[in-house]
């Protein structure tokens, strides 16, 4: 049984920092890529960053420069440092995986099999 684990959330205020941690079980680790999505309230998920099982990754205009995704494959777990956070950033985070079989990864939230719960990050002004 797949299970994906966020933490690392909080409040923090404008132009300071966060790194959320995601850890996966239950699965061959090594063989999944990886994704981040946010929700903020009345808005849709959206995909933040995603990387491949070999560590390519991508990040949404919104976060490029910012956000920094990286993957640790002997701890099954996933983190973004989250940097300059800017109020618009506030909104519950999803770590999500799905198998690479193309040495890929996507952040469309229909392409993920297994989601965590999420996180809060609220970001003050």
């Known amino acids: 049984q797949v299970q994906v684990v966020e933490s690392g959330g909080g409040l923090v205020q404008s132009g300071g920092s966060l790194r959320l941690s995601c850890t996966a079980s239950g699965l061959t680790y090594t063989g999944y890529a990886m994704g981040w999505f946010r929700q903020a309230p009345g808005k849709e998920r959206e995909g933040v960053s995603c990387i491949n099982r070999v560590g390519g990754t991508y990040y949404s205009n919104s976060v490029k420069g910012r956000f920094t995704l990286s993957r640790d494959n002997a701890k099954n777990t996933l983190y973004l440092q989250m940097n300059s956070l800017k109020p618009e950033d506030t909104a519950m985070y999803y770590c999500?995986?799905?198998?690479?079989?193309?040495?890929?990864?996507?952040?469309?939230?229909?392409?993920?099999?297994?989601w965590g719960q999420g996180t809060q990050v609220t970001v003050s002004s």
């Open positions: 999500a995986a799905v198998y690479d079989r193309y040495t890929y990864c996507s952040v469309r939230t229909e392409d993920y099999d297994h």
